[in-house]
């Protein structure tokens, strides 16, 4: 059995060869396909290059914000109105709808339909929730640090920071260059979370980190504590934008381009969604990994699948499959990664040389560096809740990081019991 909050991911992230993809069965007449998507998901040539090699099958997308996409599943799935195939992350993001029986299970499937030869292990792996697989993983998204050359060079910072210490001496320099460090869209709490996330697997390193998350061990805890101070002290130094839990997380890039925060916390095909949509050039940006001090490299990361839904049509979730597979085919899915990001959760795929940022994390993902679980889909959703209130009270100062701590184990202690 996979328990995903436990499990470090990584190290030959990119396999060599790919077997090829046997495609479901489509029924001979007219079938439209609902997909819910997120706007950045970059789908329109993957769904014209379908519809043109499948001209029964219509792909109709809804486009969603990030939050407003898991609010459409929430309601869906109350409702009995899941849409035939989804855009999904991980770990307790997808496992109601898994456990609730209203996403496909791909287990039985996967040698037939090729995925087992074609996606990399660790996207598997990924989209496992109790050792079943109930999606399938078109990518494997690293969350860490990317920086404004220009901005950091006139700050002084001459060489990326490798080191906790050399990226706080490198926000004091920007600071003193009256450069924001950090640009930040703190609403909805998950992007101040990637921050939180990295300062526990800092201080409680990779091991520790992982019991945290898995909730074996306690909150209430010195590692979690100093996790919380340290957030806190960056706040008040400044390192972040003034007011940043009421700046949407789709708006974050704004102060960097405008040459007023150097840096982000961010996901590296940003190069596609953000920096080409502004005709800028990512070799302007430099991505790093972020400086957790530890022997084992490990940043924050998931990956993104398309689930079906179990309850469609035979004929409706069988074309649903279908595009779901057709995303991952090997001959396509370099294409595919141009407008959907990277890296490709197919095995050998790698980002083109004119996405650089992308092929770094590629490669860095192939040698040196592994993955944990960010904290919204590593804990259950309402831990979650918890989580990010605790979070945002130490952000404006109403609650002590020690009491920040001692009140998500509080909430924790209280799911326990119900569950037992």
Same mark, same amino acid.
Request: proline letters at 6%; hydrophobic letters at 40%; a neutral charge.
């Given at each position: 059995?996979? !328990?995903?909050?436990?499990?470090?991911?990584?190290?030959?992230?990119?396999?060599?060869?790919? &077997?090829?993809? &046997?495609?479901?069965?489509?029924?001979?007449? *007219?079938?439209?396909?609902?997909?819910?998507?997120?706007?950045?998901?970059?789908?329109?040539?993957?769904?014209?290059?379908?519809?043109?090699?499948?001209?029964?099958?219509?792909?109709?997308?809804?486009?969603?914000?990030?939050?407003?996409?898991?609010?459409?599943?929430?309601?869906?799935?109350?409702?009995?109105?899941?849409?035939?195939?989804?855009?999904?992350?991980?770990?307790?993001?997808?496992?109601?709808?898994?456990?609730?029986?209203?996403?496909?299970?791909?287990?039985?499937?996967?040698?037939?339909?090729?995925?087992?030869? !074609?996606?990399?292990?660790?996207?598997?792996?990924? &989209?496992?929730?109790?050792?079943?697989?109930?999606?399938?993983?078109?990518?494997?998204?690293?969350? %860490?640090?990317?920086? *404004?050359?220009?901005?950091?060079?006139?700050?002084?910072?001459?060489?990326?920071?490798?080191?906790?210490?050399?990226?706080?001496?490198?926000?004091?320099?920007?600071?003193?260059?009256?450069?924001?460090?950090?640009?930040?869209?703190?609403?909805?709490?998950?992007? !101040?979370?990637?921050? !939180?996330?990295?300062?526990?697997?800092?201080?409680?390193?990779?091991?520790?980190?992982?019991?945290?998350?898995?909730?074996?061990?306690?909150?209430?805890?010195?590692?979690?504590?100093?996790?919380?101070?340290? #957030?806190?002290?960056?706040?008040?130094?400044?390192?972040?934008?003034?007011?940043? #839990?009421?700046?949407?997380?789709?708006?974050?890039?704004?102060?960097?381009?405008?040459?007023?925060?150097?840096?982000?916390?961010?996901?590296?095909?940003?190069?596609?969604? *953000?920096?080409?949509?502004?005709?800028?050039?990512?070799?302007?940006?430099?991505?790093?990994?972020?400086?957790?001090?530890?022997?084992?490299?490990?940043?924050?990361?998931?990956?993104?699948?398309?689930?079906? %839904?179990?309850?469609?049509?035979?004929?409706?979730?069988?074309?649903?499959?279908?595009? &779901?597979?057709?995303?991952?085919?090997?001959?396509?899915?370099?294409?595919?990664?141009?407008?959907?990001?990277?890296?490709?959760?197919?095995?050998?795929?790698?980002?083109?040389?004119?996405?650089?940022?992308?092929?770094?994390?590629?490669?860095?993902?192939?040698?040196?560096?592994?993955?944990?679980?960010?904290?919204?889909?590593?804990?259950?959703?309402?831990?979650?809740?918890?989580?990010?209130?605790?979070?945002?009270?130490?952000?404006?100062?109403?609650?002590?990081?020690?009491?920040?701590?001692?009140?998500?184990?509080?909430?924790?202690?209280?799911?326990?019991?119900?569950?037992?």
């Amino acid at each position: 059995m996979i !328990t995903i909050s436990r499990r470090t991911f990584g190290k030959g992230l990119l396999g060599l060869g790919a &077997a090829g993809l &046997a495609s479901p069965a489509l029924a001979q007449g *007219r079938t439209t396909v609902e997909l819910f998507g997120l706007a950045t998901n970059g789908w329109d040539p993957v769904i014209d290059g379908f519809q043109r090699d499948n001209p029964n099958v219509t792909v109709r997308w809804t486009r969603f914000g990030t939050d407003e996409m898991k609010q459409a599943l929430r309601v869906g799935a109350g409702s009995g109105r899941m849409p035939d195939v989804w855009f999904n992350w991980g770990g307790s993001l997808a496992s109601p709808y898994n456990q609730a029986g209203l996403s496909l299970d791909l287990t039985p499937r996967l040698g037939a339909l090729g995925l087992s030869e !074609t996606l990399l292990p660790t996207a598997l792996e990924l &989209a496992s929730d109790r050792g079943k697989v109930y999606g399938v993983p078109n990518r494997i998204v690293p969350m %860490s640090i990317i920086y *404004r050359n220009e901005l950091m060079e006139r700050a002084g910072v001459t060489s990326p920071p490798r080191t906790f210490v050399e990226l706080e001496a490198a926000c004091d320099r920007l600071r003193a260059a009256r450069i924001t460090p950090f640009s930040l869209g703190g609403k909805f709490s998950w992007m !101040t979370m990637r921050f !939180t996330d990295f300062f526990m697997e800092h201080f409680a390193g990779p091991e520790e980190h992982d019991r945290i998350l898995a909730m074996e061990s306690s909150w209430d805890s010195e590692p979690v504590v100093r996790a919380f101070t340290k #957030l806190r002290e960056w706040v008040t130094k400044g390192n972040f934008n003034q007011g940043f #839990l009421n700046i949407d997380p789709a708006t974050n890039m704004q102060l960097v381009y405008q040459g007023r925060a150097a840096m982000v916390f961010e996901v590296p095909n940003i190069e596609i969604t *953000r920096l080409a949509r502004e005709n800028i050039d990512p070799r302007t940006y430099t991505p790093i990994i972020a400086p957790s001090d530890h022997a084992k490299k490990r940043v924050s990361g998931f990956q993104q699948q398309l689930q079906v %839904s179990s309850r469609a049509a035979p004929e409706v979730q069988a074309a649903a499959l279908a595009y &779901a597979t057709y995303v991952v085919k090997p001959d396509l899915a370099a294409q595919h990664m141009q407008s959907i990001g990277g890296p490709s959760a197919v095995r050998g795929v790698m980002p083109g040389e004119n996405f650089p940022l992308q092929r770094q994390w590629a490669n860095w993902l192939q040698s040196e560096v592994s993955l944990y679980l960010p904290g919204d889909q590593a804990l259950p959703q309402e831990i979650v809740a918890a989580y990010f209130e605790a979070q945002d009270s130490v952000v404006l100062g109403t609650l002590s990081p020690r009491d920040a701590a001692k009140q998500v184990q509080q909430a924790i202690t209280s799911f326990k019991s119900r569950r037992n």
